[in-house]
């Protein structure tokens, strides 16, 4: 596995510092937004390998996140992960270029592969 640079993006702070000590356990060099808007911002000014976002936030959700990265054509592949997990939701960011959509609670290993194989 190479390492990677990867933004976490999730509005529930435990949340996003669960997934950020897994990555970076897992060797990755790891960036975190508690929002939308702030990952857009970020994502300017940074070359990211993985965005892994939370669904549903406040404002701009990360739905929002996934078509503003197609629409950019960044180079970065996002990563949905979600507690309110439908099958729309899923076929939309998968349209819009997510590498897949997980379910929280997600096993760390599941998460650490996909985030290797993005």
Known sequence: MQPGTIL????????RQA???ILRQAGHRVETCSSAAEAI?????GDFDVVVTDLNMPGMSGLDLVRHIEKQQLRTRP???TAYATVASAV???R?????YIEKPF????????????
């Open 8 to 15: 976490v993006v999730d509005d529930h702070m435990p949340s």
């Open 19 to 21: 997934i950020a000590d």
């Open 41 to 45: 911002h970020v994502l300017g000014r």
């Open 79 to 81: 990563i949905m992960v």
């Open 92 to 94: 939309e960011a998968i």
């Open 96 to 100: 819009h270029g997510a590498f897949d």
């Open 107 to 118: 096993d760390a290993n599941q998460l650490e592969r996909l985030v290797s194989e993005a």
